[in-house]
């Protein structure tokens, strides 16, 4: 699964949850979830997108226990 795809999926359901509240405090809440579910998959599309300063700096991947021979 796609991170930021699923980050959106999240926050529509969030607002989905908002609407369906009629308490004011919780509408706020699940609007605020929402806001975060959408801050984290924009923060992921630009992690993702080729060219990214990551790219450069990312470490190849390693077993994370050696062997003891």
Do not use: I
């Not at 308490?23 to 080729?50: G, H, I, K, Q, V």
Request: proline share 4%; glycine share 2%; with cysteine.
């Amino acid at each position: 699964m796609v991170p930021a795809k699923e980050f959106r999926r999240h926050a529509s359901e969030c607002r989905q949850m908002a609407r369906s509240t009629r308490d004011l405090e919780d509408r706020t809440s699940w609007n605020r979830l929402a806001e975060r579910w959408d801050r984290c998959a924009a923060l992921e599309e630009r992690r993702a997108a080729p060219g990214h300063y990551a790219d450069k700096y990312r470490r190849e991947q390693r077993p994370m226990y050696r062997h003891a021979s």
